[in-house]
């Protein structure tokens, strides 16, 4: 009877600790969540506000409406056959046309809500002026068409660049003071300069100098027929943009990554491993590699959300057709919609990011506790 | 004759004469000189070049002024580079005061202080060292390139020595200005009230003009100035300089810029644009205080209120020299541009705004003497807006593409702005009489006539009413009778329709002339189901403007226009209903039937702004969104036989041609994956949206030879040297040489339109003028007699020849200095 009772007490103690544990998730997942839209919110509404200088871009853009329909119209020779009121009229009624359908006259603090609202609710509607490759005005379409170029440059870079040093990294690691360690060190303060500077260099010795690899653009033009031809042909493109990127990048990065498993493998607990003679490979992976896996879990998704935003000079210099170039057209361009919406895209990837890190770093670190107040 | 030989002999006979058949009946080369044309986008003019030099592109075709690439193309001898003038820069001054709402005084509301101005700066520094030799001095509004400048000579090189740099000058006289607006120097510094004058320039940031607006801080400085220098973009400094209330004074300089889009023949309306408030609406425009003359003689020049040349001529001169003295800006320098190329490969390059601009470029790009193969054009930007004629992209870039893919009735001239026939035969022009309207020396196509009224026919059609959707004639409109100052009889060749064919197959019919007509009006009444707000001032004002118009015979092609508009040279009285939409391309009715249907209804537009308004996309036939829409109403059109406006257009289009040319339509969308079907020398083979590349191929059934064009191949702008003595007593004759060449070659007589003449005295003032004498292809001379030299002042003097060739809008100058003696 009293093994009975304690196994129901056991029972319940268990299930009021899952009660618990459950509500304490429950409770982690919602504040969390609730905290990360409340950030995404104002950063994306101070995007908004700085993307249209708190309103003052208004008349910057009426400002070049009435520049554009006046010169229009000075430089149409029929105007000369037409009264002085007539001609204002045609002008006035061109410009406020041209206003009405940029929401301009209306109040700015108004229209940034809205852009806040569509924005949030992903509701990315149409551009003010940018259109995408194709002609079309759906920021969707847009951003659509440059995701996949942006996506297959920035990855293909961006992992191999990952992948490479965090191997490179472990090796030196393992040859601590060898020649490579201390070549790898010396090289590291050239990764100061970014890839777009190695890229004007490679384009200059390997497309205008020896003509082995194009100087840009993402296929040969006109475009090979035949899908195995395009994709030689695109590869053959991106040979140099990710060169570029992993040349500017891959000494510092091996260096840090060095550095980084020095540091956990000389704790004591590797310490003790070594004099309890286990194998190197053993240490490596349960004793070096493990604890360090939540930063390069970190590292690895913050270049996976990084793909997203692409290289802005790096795309202009390869005229890459990507994400990075658009961000900036839509800057100069000051069409919101488009700002709006790749703000608002890596604002939702980055909290998703964090809240997943969150959960991830719970089940690769036993220390650390979903909304265990710090534990 | 042995058998032998007389067979061996029957052989070469036939062999002979077989090869001499063949030669005889070798077709000449049509279309374009190239089978290919690839354009892809290249932003950077630096790379552009580099890649011009690795064979990676051939033209291109983006103009630029920047010189560190042109010292490259220099330098190189596989390159070479096309000219163009259609740029140029000034300085705006804020003209308000004497002094701003805040009580700040602001020396250029003094207009003598703005006219000293002009001898304040030198333009030939700017040009030579701000501009790295990629600018020539300017002084006037005119630009030397254009024909008006060559109208004026004399007065305008007068003009430009009066206003030559003479820092010292300027100095004293903006000195004793500000002295009598009650500024005084205190240690070298000019205060009024008490404080410093600071002069805000405002210096545009994106190119040269940024360094301009530090040279011209340096010499406002020199006389006693305290300068601020604010950097910003255009779209930055619009608010403020052309937007903001002079009063505010929150800027007095501002280094401005303009472009040309074409090589104007008639530059008469800029006056009003630059000194008066009439052409622009903008709050700098509206305190402007145009001196009351300029003000008068510029709206005489714009709405040309003149009945001969000379008279032209003179208000045209006094203009210039007025705006001297009003100078509420003042110009600094013309602009270089260059359209760089590989050396082996030549094409027509506009004056202006270089390739993209001209409609020869096609038909005209060539490598060395090849025929056939692909030459690839770089071009900063590619694909920027959808393609339709209505109102799709105007952009230069993709105008560069569009221009290859469509023809013309007539083309216009890329080296002087005139036009040539080209699907036209002939016009016929009538003009009022008194209306200083002339043909050029050559111009066989054009019959000019002056008639004392010219009476408009009571049954010729004046537009498309939208709302009752039929044609009103003059009679309905007009029951009291409508004369109108010019009318034109419009010929078009007598073989248009058999030899003109769009790129799908169908042939060109009158159709493709009336429905983007109707089309055009219909567009701007409410009623009409294809209503664009954007379109209804501009239809409204063009039927109160209507004069009316006729057809005289369908085949061959004959229609007569009356119009309220007239220019100055005969030839572009002209009225061409062959390619409706000039700027933004030309489609078959056809495929235009099947944008009415997706615009009617509510899924595509024609321009960006019914799209925005609607939420629609904007139609391109090109490329995008709009083509499976387009494919979706061509199959309802191919099943019902779509006409629109089929009452009255019924008339001219038959149901066999309907079914044929949807039926084209279709297959062309099935092969080639885009409802761009042009008629022009090249079509589109395929565009690549994301990659920006465009392909064009050369059109196999184009009925003009690619050689029609062929001396469009490049400008010959003449080359000048002059020759004479060293020095003359008054009263004795004195003759100089004029020689004129083109790339080392006498420049042929037939082709120089006159060589004038000027000397200068030493004070700058013109002397004598007069116009040389043809001697030989190449060679001018100039006499002065006896009399002439009699008159001129003891001392130095120059004579400069100007030659005006009638190939080029450019004149070339040539100067030699004398002197005379007692």
Same mark, same amino acid.
């Given at each position: 009877?009293?093994?009975?009772?304690?196994?129901?007490?056991?029972?319940?103690?268990?299930?009021?600790?899952?009660?618990?544990?459950?509500?304490?998730?429950?409770?982690?997942?919602? /504040?969390?969540?609730?905290?990360?839209?409340?950030?995404?919110?104002?950063?994306?509404?101070?995007?908004?506000?700085?993307?249209?200088?708190?309103?003052?871009?208004?008349?910057?853009?009426?400002?070049?409406?009435?520049?554009?329909?006046?010169?229009?119209?000075?430089?149409?020779?029929?105007?000369?056959?037409?009264?002085?009121?007539?001609?204002?009229?045609?002008?006035?009624?061109?410009?406020?046309?041209?206003?009405?359908?940029?929401?301009?006259?209306?109040?700015?603090?108004?229209?940034?809500?809205?852009?806040?609202?569509?924005?949030?609710?992903?509701?990315?509607?149409?551009?003010?002026?940018?259109?995408?490759?194709?002609?079309?005005?759906?920021?969707?379409?847009?951003?659509?068409?440059?995701?996949?170029?942006?996506?297959?440059?920035?990855?293909?870079?961006?992992?191999?660049? +990952?992948?490479?040093?965090? +191997?490179?990294?472990?090796?030196?690691?393992?040859?601590?003071?060898?020649?490579?360690?201390?070549?790898?060190?010396?090289?590291?303060?050239?990764?100061?300069?970014?890839?777009?500077?190695?890229?004007?260099?490679?384009?200059?010795?390997?497309?205008?100098?020896?003509?082995?690899?194009?100087?840009?653009?993402?296929?040969?033009?006109?475009?090979?027929?035949?899908?195995?031809?395009?994709?030689?042909?695109?590869?053959?493109?991106?040979?140099?943009?990710?060169?570029?990127?992993? /040349?500017?990048?891959?000494?510092?990065?091996?260096?840090?990554?060095?550095? +980084?498993?020095?540091?956990?493998?000389?704790?004591?607990?590797?310490?003790?491993?070594?004099?309890?003679?286990?194998?190197?490979?053993?240490?490596?992976?349960?004793?070096?590699?493990?604890?360090?896996?939540?930063?390069?879990?970190?590292?690895?998704?913050?270049?996976?959300?990084?793909?997203?935003?692409?290289?802005?000079?790096?795309?202009?210099?390869?005229?890459?057709?990507?994400?990075?170039?658009?961000?900036?057209?839509?800057?100069?361009?000051?069409?919101?919609?488009?700002?709006?919406?790749?703000?608002?895209?890596?604002?939702?990837?980055?909290?998703?990011?964090?809240?997943?890190?969150?959960?991830?770093?719970?089940?690769?670190?036993?220390?650390?506790?979903?909304?265990?107040?710090?534990? | 004759?042995?058998?032998?030989?007389?067979?061996?002999?029957?052989?070469?006979?036939?062999?002979?004469?077989?090869?001499?058949?063949?030669?005889?009946?070798?077709?000449?080369?049509?279309?374009?000189?190239?089978?290919?044309?690839?354009?892809?986008?290249?932003?950077?003019?630096?790379?552009?070049?580099?890649? =011009?030099?690795?064979?990676?592109?051939?033209?291109?075709?983006?103009?630029?002024?920047?010189?560190?690439?042109?010292?490259?193309?220099?330098?190189?001898?596989?390159?070479?580079?096309?000219?163009?003038?259609?740029?140029?820069?000034?300085? %705006?001054?804020?003209?308000?005061?004497?002094?701003?709402?805040?009580?700040?005084? $602001?020396?250029?509301?003094?207009?003598?202080?703005?006219?000293?101005?002009?001898?304040?700066?030198?333009?030939?520094?700017?040009?030579?060292?701000?501009?790295?030799?990629?600018?020539?001095?300017? *002084?006037?509004?005119? $630009?030397?390139?254009?024909?008006?400048?060559?109208?004026?000579?004399?007065?305008?090189?007068?003009?430009?020595?009066?206003? *030559?740099?003479?820092?010292?000058?300027?100095?004293?006289?903006?000195?004793?200005?500000?002295?009598?607006?009650?500024?005084?120097?205190?240690?070298?510094?000019?205060?009024?009230?008490?404080?410093?004058?600071?002069?805000?320039?405002?210096?545009?940031?994106?190119?040269?003009?940024?360094?301009?607006?530090?040279?011209?801080?340096?010499?406002?400085?020199?006389?006693?100035?305290?300068?601020?220098?604010?950097?910003?973009?255009?779209?930055?400094?619009?608010?403020?300089?052309?937007?903001?209330?002079?009063?505010?004074?929150?800027?007095?300089?501002?280094?401005?810029?303009?472009?040309?889009?074409?090589?104007?023949?008639?530059?008469?309306?800029?006056?009003?644009?630059?000194?008066?408030?009439?052409?622009?609406?903008?709050?700098?425009?509206?305190?402007?205080?145009?001196?009351?003359?300029?003000?008068?003689?510029?709206?005489?020049?714009?709405?040309?209120?003149?009945?001969?040349?000379?008279?032209?001529?003179?208000?045209?001169?006094?203009?210039?020299?007025?705006?001297?003295?009003?100078?509420?800006?003042?110009?600094?320098?013309?602009?270089?541009?260059?359209?760089?190329?590989?050396?082996?490969?030549?094409?027509?390059?506009?004056?202006?705004?270089?390739?993209?601009?001209?409609?020869?470029?096609?038909?005209?790009?060539?490598?060395?003497?090849?025929?056939?193969? %692909?030459?690839?054009?770089?071009?900063?930007?590619?694909?920027?807006?959808?393609?339709?004629?209505?109102?799709?992209?105007?952009?230069?870039?993709?105008?560069?593409?569009?221009?290859?893919?469509?023809?013309?009735?007539?083309?216009?001239?890329?080296?002087?702005?005139?036009?040539?026939?080209?699907?036209?035969?002939?016009?016929?022009?009538?003009?009022?009489?008194?209306?200083?309207?002339?043909?050029?020396?050559?111009?066989?196509?054009?019959?000019?006539?002056?008639?004392?009224?010219?009476?408009?026919?009571?049954?010729?059609? &004046?537009?498309?009413?939208?709302?009752?959707?039929?044609?009103?004639?003059? *009679?309905?409109?007009?029951?009291?009778?409508?004369?109108?100052?010019?009318?034109?009889?419009?010929?078009?060749?007598?073989?248009?329709?058999?030899?003109?064919?769009?790129?799908?197959?169908?042939?060109?019919?009158?159709?493709?002339?009336?429905?983007?007509?109707?089309?055009?009006?219909?567009?701007?009444?409410?009623?009409?189901?294809?209503?664009?707000?954007?379109?209804?001032?501009?239809?409204?004002?063009?039927?109160?403007?209507?004069?009316?118009?006729?057809?005289?015979?369908?085949?061959?092609?004959?229609?007569?226009?009356?119009?309220?508009?007239?220019?100055?040279?005969?030839?572009?009285?002209?009225?061409?209903?062959?390619?409706?939409?000039? $700027?933004?391309?030309?489609?078959?009715?056809?495929?235009?039937?099947?944008?009415?249907?997706?615009?009617?209804?509510?899924?595509?537009?024609?321009?960006?702004?019914?799209?925005?308004?609607?939420?629609?996309?904007?139609?391109?036939?090109?490329?995008?969104?709009?083509?499976?829409?387009?494919?979706?109403?061509?199959?309802?059109?191919?099943?019902?036989?779509?006409?629109?406006?089929?009452?009255?257009?019924?008339?001219?289009?038959?149901?066999?041609?309907?079914?044929?040319?949807? *039926? $084209?339509?279709?297959?062309?969308?099935?092969?080639?994956?885009?409802?761009?079907?042009?008629?022009?020398?090249?079509? &589109?083979?395929?565009?690549?949206?994301?990659?920006?590349?465009?392909?064009?191929?050369?059109?196999?059934?184009?009925?003009?030879?690619?050689?029609?064009?062929?001396?469009?191949?490049?400008?010959?702008?003449?080359?000048?040297?002059?020759?004479?003595?060293?020095?003359?007593?008054?009263?004795?004759?004195?003759?100089?040489?004029?020689?004129?060449?083109?790339?080392?070659?006498?420049?042929?007589?037939?082709?120089?339109?006159?060589?004038?003449?000027?000397?200068?005295?030493?004070?700058?003032?013109?002397?004598?003028?007069?116009?040389?004498?043809?001697?030989?292809?190449?060679?001018?001379?100039?006499?002065?007699?006896?009399?002439?030299?009699?008159? =001129?002042?003891?001392?130095?003097?120059?004579?400069?020849?100007?030659?005006?060739?009638?190939?080029?809008?450019?004149?070339?100058?040539?100067?030699?200095?004398?002197?005379?003696?007692?």
């Amino acid at each position: 009877m009293q093994n009975i009772e304690t196994a129901q007490g056991q029972a319940a103690f268990v299930r009021q600790r899952r009660m618990s544990s459950l509500n304490r998730i429950l409770k982690y997942v919602l /504040v969390r969540g609730l905290t990360l839209l409340v950030t995404v919110t104002i950063g994306v509404y101070l995007a908004i506000l700085i993307a249209n200088g708190g309103g003052y871009v208004d008349q910057m853009r009426i400002g070049q409406i009435r520049e554009q329909v006046s010169l229009i119209l000075a430089a149409d020779q029929e105007m000369q056959f037409v009264t002085v009121q007539e001609r204002r009229a045609i002008e006035e009624s061109m410009i406020q046309t041209q206003i009405q359908q940029l929401g301009l006259d209306r109040p700015f603090a108004v229209r940034s809500f809205e852009y806040l609202w569509n924005g949030l609710t992903l509701n990315l509607g149409s551009a003010d002026y940018l259109l995408s490759d194709s002609g079309s005005r759906q920021v969707r379409n847009i951003l659509g068409e440059r995701l996949g170029p942006t996506l297959l440059l920035m990855a293909t870079g961006q992992l191999i660049l +990952f992948f490479s040093s965090l +191997f490179l990294g472990l090796i030196l690691s393992r040859s601590y003071g060898s020649f490579l360690d201390k070549f790898i060190i010396a090289m590291a303060p050239t990764s100061s300069a970014p890839a777009w500077f190695y890229g004007m260099f490679l384009i200059l010795i390997f497309a205008a100098l020896l003509g082995w690899l194009p100087f840009g653009g993402m296929v040969a033009a006109p475009p090979p027929e035949g899908t195995i031809a395009r994709i030689l042909s695109t590869l053959k493109h991106m040979i140099l943009p990710v060169t570029a990127m992993v /040349v500017s990048r891959i000494f510092s990065s091996a260096y840090s990554r060095r550095t +980084f498993f020095l540091i956990y493998s000389s704790e004591d607990y590797v310490e003790m491993a070594k004099a309890k003679g286990l194998s190197d490979r053993e240490i490596e992976r349960r004793y070096v590699l493990r604890p360090t896996l939540p930063a390069i879990i970190t590292s690895f998704m913050l270049v996976v959300i990084q793909l997203w935003v692409g290289a802005i000079v790096l795309e202009t210099v390869f005229n890459w057709p990507g994400i990075g170039r658009l961000t900036q057209q839509a800057i100069n361009m000051f069409d919101t919609p488009v700002i709006v919406a790749t703000t608002v895209i890596y604002a939702y990837l980055l909290a998703v990011t964090v809240f997943l890190l969150d959960i991830i770093y719970s089940l690769v670190d036993p220390r650390v506790k979903l909304g265990g107040g710090g534990n | 004759m042995s058998k032998r030989k007389f067979g061996i002999s029957f052989l070469v006979t036939i062999l002979l004469l077989t090869m001499a058949f063949a030669v005889s009946a070798e077709e000449p080369r049509m279309a374009t000189w190239v089978d290919e044309v690839i354009i892809v986008e290249e932003p950077s003019v630096t790379t552009a070049v580099s890649r =011009l030099q690795a064979g990676d592109i051939d033209v291109y075709a983006t103009t630029s002024s920047e010189p560190v690439p042109f010292a490259t193309i220099l330098s190189d001898p596989n390159l070479d580079y096309y000219q163009t003038f259609g740029s140029y820069s000034e300085l %705006t001054f804020n003209p308000v005061g004497p002094t701003f709402n805040d009580g700040r005084y $602001n020396p250029f509301g003094n207009r003598k202080i703005r006219e000293a101005m002009n001898m304040l700066i030198d333009r030939e520094y700017i040009a030579q060292e701000l501009y790295g030799g990629l600018a020539l001095p300017k *002084a006037l509004m005119l $630009n030397n390139a254009y024909v008006d400048y060559s109208r004026v000579v004399e007065t305008a090189r007068a003009l430009e020595f009066k206003y *030559a740099y003479d820092f010292e000058k300027a100095k004293d006289l903006i000195t004793e200005q500000l002295l009598a607006d009650g500024a005084n120097l205190v240690n070298g510094k000019w205060h009024y009230d008490g404080q410093p004058i600071e002069i805000l320039i405002l210096a545009r940031s994106e190119d040269q003009r940024a360094a301009v607006g530090d040279y011209v801080a340096d010499q406002l400085e020199a006389i006693g100035f305290t300068t601020k220098v604010d950097y910003r973009t255009g779209t930055e400094a619009s608010p403020i300089w052309m937007m903001g209330d002079p009063w505010l004074g929150e800027w007095h300089v501002y280094t401005g810029g303009w472009g040309a889009g074409a090589v104007y023949r008639d530059q008469g309306h800029l006056f009003n644009q630059m000194y008066t408030r009439r052409t622009m609406t903008q709050p700098l425009w509206q305190a402007l205080e145009p001196i009351p003359e300029l003000d008068e003689i510029s709206d005489k020049l714009y709405y040309k209120n003149f009945t001969s040349m000379e008279e032209r001529n003179a208000l045209y001169s006094r203009a210039l020299e007025l705006a001297f003295e009003d100078s509420p800006r003042i110009y600094t320098v013309d602009q270089i541009s260059y359209v760089a190329r590989r050396a082996d490969v030549s094409v027509a390059s506009d004056l202006a705004q270089g390739v993209s601009s001209t409609a020869l470029w096609p038909s005209t790009l060539r490598r060395g003497d090849e025929i056939g193969g %692909t030459v690839t054009i770089g071009s900063a930007q590619v694909l920027v807006e959808p393609w339709n004629p209505v109102g799709g992209s105007n952009w230069t870039f993709d105008q560069l593409p569009m221009r290859a893919t469509f023809d013309r009735g007539f083309i216009s001239n890329p080296f002087t702005g005139n036009y040539m026939p080209h699907r036209i035969e002939r016009i016929e022009v009538t003009v009022q009489e008194g209306l200083p309207v002339a043909k050029e020396p050559g111009s066989d196509w054009v019959e000019l006539k002056f008639a004392e009224e010219i009476q408009v026919p009571g049954d010729a059609w &004046l537009y498309w009413d939208g709302d009752q959707q039929r044609m009103i004639t003059v *009679a309905e409109k007009y029951p009291e009778g409508l004369t109108a100052p010019r009318h034109t009889v419009v010929y078009y060749r007598e073989d248009l329709f058999d030899t003109v064919k769009w790129h799908d197959g169908s042939p060109y019919t009158v159709g493709d002339m009336l429905l983007p007509t109707i089309l055009d009006w219909d567009r701007g009444f409410e009623s009409s189901e294809i209503f664009d707000p954007a379109a209804q001032t501009s239809v409204q004002s063009a039927m109160n403007n209507a004069r009316g118009w006729r057809i005289i015979s369908l085949d061959p092609f004959v229609y007569e226009v009356w119009s309220t508009s007239w220019y100055i040279d005969a030839e572009q009285n002209i009225g061409d209903i062959f390619a409706p939409y000039y $700027n933004y391309g030309a489609q078959p009715w056809h495929t235009l039937a099947i944008g009415v249907m997706a615009e009617a209804a509510g899924e595509l537009a024609f321009t960006a702004s019914k799209a925005n308004a609607l939420d629609v996309e904007w139609l391109g036939y090109n490329m995008g969104p709009s083509l499976p829409i387009l494919d979706k109403h061509l199959d309802k059109a191919i099943e019902t036989n779509y006409l629109p406006w089929a009452h009255f257009l019924s008339e001219y289009i038959s149901e066999e041609e309907i079914a044929a040319r949807y *039926a $084209n339509a279709k297959a062309w969308y099935q092969e080639k994956g885009h409802f761009w079907i042009g008629n022009g020398p090249m079509y &589109l083979e395929a565009v690549y949206p994301t990659e920006r590349i465009v392909h064009l191929k050369r059109f196999e059934d184009y009925s003009e030879p690619a050689d029609k064009w062929s001396m469009f191949d490049k400008p010959r702008i003449a080359e000048a040297e002059m020759f004479g003595a060293a020095r003359v007593r008054a009263g004795e004759e004195i003759r100089f040489e004029v020689e004129i060449t083109f790339e080392g070659e006498p420049y042929p007589l037939e082709h120089i339109t006159e060589v004038k003449f000027i000397v200068l005295d030493a004070t700058g003032a013109v002397a004598i003028s007069g116009y040389g004498e043809p001697v030989a292809d190449g060679l001018y001379e100039i006499v002065l007699t006896g009399e002439q030299t009699k008159a =001129l002042p003891i001392g130095s003097n120059t004579i400069e020849a100007i030659v005006l060739p009638s190939l080029v809008a450019s004149a070339t100058f040539s100067a030699h200095t004398f002197v005379t003696l007692p």
